[in-house]
């Protein structure tokens, strides 16, 4: 019921100016946002290497209503891309179809993607796409399919309490797409995904063999130890080496788990979300975890609450 109000609130305009004009909760957004500016995601990347972790820079926005807005997310994509390269830090890039237009067009939409892609592939980098609401799930396929008859250099991802993602993972497979396999963070019903975390985490699991069986490179994304010690346990099983996948958390959610897993060997990457538009972001963090919420509000009341 908290995690469905939350993710309603996440789509309010009025809620978001709010949240977001306060340097109070400004600042414990900080918890899972570095910072506005790309120098500053840039230090927490450093950050992360420094600790034997790679990372994934999300320039955050999604669901923009102008070409304009469009075009700056794919610039600051670019200039995310370059500057990782002239920088020498170990990080790809994760992006929403919704930040580059995808609610104004297929085609103008692919071809921001073609542009970053094209960037990341000149660099010899890498493009997740993310996968967002149930909307744009075959849109954001039929777009990554299209983009990778072009270019290997982008993958995407697949949400385990969707009930279609078992197909969609064998005909993405069938192309050699790299997939991030996360549970899932919006709001779905029943019609078309599984409403109890019981069989979202059994659908996580005999997804993640799969993907583990398949041979190629993929990433398990979850902060789940359940989910975590099932992939440990099936690849020491069927002596899948440590190399063949990564491990993948957001930034600031158990951090020590990450670094736990570095000293066990396993390749861990970080998502660093940076940008000014945090606000769905933020709430999706509350969202996944009550005690997220009760933290946020036991802070703002006792920082005496904006009085604008
Ligand atoms: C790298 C990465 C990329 C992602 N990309 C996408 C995407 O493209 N599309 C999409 O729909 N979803 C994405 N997600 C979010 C994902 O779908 C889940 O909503 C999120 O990871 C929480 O699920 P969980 O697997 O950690 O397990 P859960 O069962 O939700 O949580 C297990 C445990 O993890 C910890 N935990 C989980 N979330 C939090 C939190 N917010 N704060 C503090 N502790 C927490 C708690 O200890 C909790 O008990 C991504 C997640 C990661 C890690």
Redesign the pocket.
Known sequence: MLRALLLELAKSSRLRRWITSHGVTRSMAHR?VPGEELGTAIEAVRICNKSGMTT?LDHLGENVVTREDAERARDAYIEALNRIAADGVESNV?LKLTHVGLDLGEEFCAEQLRMIVRRADQLGNFVRV???GSAYTDRTLQMVRQARAESSSLGT?I?AYLYRSEEDIRALLALGCRI?L?????KEPSQIAFPR?KDV?AN?IKLMKVLLLSGIYH?L?????E?IEAAIRFVAEQKISKDKFEF???YG??TDLQRQLVRQGYGV???IPFGRDWFPYFM???A??P??LLFFAKNFFRSGAPSE
């Open positions: 899972f994934s994760s993310d996968m967002e991802v949400q991030r996360v549970k899932g963070a919006y975390k985490d996580f990433a994304a979850t902060h789940d130890p989910m993948q958390m957001l959610i158990r990457r970080v998502y999706r963090r509350l996944e975890r005690a997220n």
